[in-house]
């Protein structure tokens, strides 16, 4: 049996295929969905996670079906870059999908972490999340715990373990 090695196009080329199918199965769910739905807003502090160190994210639920919700997030962050005090801002991106009917959800998420550096350059990472979130239906007030891997896939494949803690609030308006 003959072991075949992935060079780095063909990995990109996957991750990239796999991205396409996340993206096609989010749309035929809010194609075929509901028609009802919330337009809940939320503000959230992470410290680590997808951010880096630490990001400020918005995030605004986008469509609800039964026990899955879906939702965007868009951060911004500032982090130490190289070894001679440069400086990155960083756009953690991402789509999530709450699963849960209740209080407690699993959250599931994939995007892409956009940084721009002091010295003129960019870089991207995709960023993942796994974790657990905690939010009451009679509460603004959430919390959040997951496992949030950085990979790195231009240069060469890495990916960096890394998780989050967050703590956030909720704006709702309820519209049919």
Not at 58 to 77: D, I, Q, V
């Amino acid at each position: 049996m003959e072991e075949r090695r992935i060079s780095g196009l063909e990995h990109i080329n996957h991750l990239m295929k796999a991205k396409i199918t996340i993206i096609l199965i989010l749309v035929s769910q809010l194609i075929f969905g509901q028609t009802e739905r919330s337009k809940r807003k939320s503000v959230y502090l992470e410290i680590a996670g997808s951010g880096g160190f630490g990001s400020i994210n918005y995030e605004k639920l986008f469509h609800k079906k039964n026990s899955m919700e879906y939702t965007w997030r868009a951060g911004l962050s500032i982090a130490p870059i190289g070894r001679n005090n440069k400086t990155g801002i960083v756009f953690p991106l991402m789509i999530n999908a709450l699963i849960g009917k209740r209080s407690h959800k699993l959250e599931l998420g994939l995007g892409q972490g956009i940084t721009v550096t002091t010295y003129g350059s960019f870089f991207l990472l995709t960023t993942a999340a796994v974790g657990y979130r905690y939010q009451p239906a009679t509460a603004n007030w959430f919390y959040r715990i997951t496992y949030t891997p950085l990979i790195s896939y231009l240069v060469d494949f890495q990916v960096q373990q890394w998780g989050g803690i967050s703590i956030g609030y909720t704006f709702i308006n309820k519209t049919k």
